[in-house]
């Protein structure tokens, strides 16, 4: 059964570890991340976004997948399903297609319009036990077809959302969706000190979690970030993985196309990933 992101939050909170999200566009990508996880013991959040719910035909298939998948493969780890920048109207949608969290990011919005509709959200999700995510300065980098510039948030406005009541925030740090370029400055420590300041106790959310050096990773989570989005690493994993297929002529040995055998190199890398962000983050077992 797919739980909110509240309780193993505030575990990874408390024990210092942090909880992965990854993302999934696909069968493959969530039968490997349900694996993994629950090989390692570990918590998980399976984050989907705008994008990713419409190429897998829309939230209630999403929904009706993952759940057949939680029975199937017999999976016993807390699991969550989470919308991933979600629009507001994205978020309600999720809540009824049977999401157990969503993220609205309201962070492109101007503050008061961001505030209002974080409060009508936390209070649906409060209402059906459901955890929310918000975002104050925008993650840089693109995400399905969202450029943002990679801002540090102001501790403020991070401390003002934070009062409204979602579960987890995300505050940008100088974190970029996809790769980092090479003259990135890194993470801003300072402002996650601010941030934390001015949220008490509520766990942060670092996104960008693809290509940030292990010592910054382990220092964010001591600092109080509890749950680290991958996606993009994922996505090279695959297609690296699907393209030495490919090319090795492995598809066309005259058997005809099987797809099972072409995406399997991929799913095995997906796996890989997931498996070396859960031990970096500390998540293994705490399930
Ligand atoms: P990466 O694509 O950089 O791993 O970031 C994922 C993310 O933050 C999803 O919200």
Redesign the pocket.
Not at 229 to 233: L, M, W
């Given at each position: 059964m797919l739980v909110s992101a509240n309780e193993m939050l505030k575990k990874a909170l408390d024990g210092k570890y942090a909880v992965g999200?990854f993302?999934i566009n696909n069968l493959e990508w969530t039968k490997a991340i349900l694996i993994t996880a629950e090989e390692c013991r570990s918590p998980v959040i399976l984050?989907v976004?705008e994008g990713a719910g419409r190429y897998m035909a829309g939230y209630k298939t999403v929904v009706g997948m993952v759940n057949g998948m939680l029975e199937s493969l017999k999976t016993t780890v807390p699991v969550c399903l989470h919308l991933?920048?979600g629009g507001y109207e994205g978020a309600k949608s999720c809540i009824e297609a049977g999401f157990s969290s969503v993220m609205y990011d309201g962070s492109h919005a101007p503050i008061a319009e961001n505030i209002k509709n974080t409060k009508e959200l936390v209070s649906i999700c409060k209402s059906k036990g459901l955890s929310l995510e918000a975002e104050v300065g925008s993650?840089g980098?693109e995400?399905d077809g969202v450029i943002g510039r990679g801002e540090c948030a102001d501790p403020k406005e991070c401390g003002e959302i934070a009062k409204l009541g979602v579960t987890m925030l995300a505050a940008g740090i100088g974190n970029?969706?996809?790769a980092y370029p090479s003259d990135w400055p890194g993470l801003s420590f300072e402002t996650l000190e601010q941030v934390k300041k001015e949220v008490g106790n509520m766990p942060l959310v670092l996104?960008?979690?693809?290509?940030i050096p292990e010592e910054m990773i382990k220092k964010a989570i001591s600092l109080g970030v509890a749950k680290i989005?991958?996606?993009?690493?994922c996505q090279w994993a695959f297609q690296k993985a699907t393209r030495a297929y490919i090319l090795e002529g492995k598809d066309l040995q005259g058997k005809g196309f099987d797809p099972r055998k072409l995406l399997a190199p991929g799913f095995e890398a997906i796996k890989a990933v997931v498996k070396e962000k859960i031990e970096l983050f500390g998540s293994n077992d705490k399930a």
């Open positions: 999200q993302n984050g976004s991933d920048h993650i980098g995400e970029i969706h996809g996104h960008g979690g693809t290509g989005n991958v996606n993009t690493e």
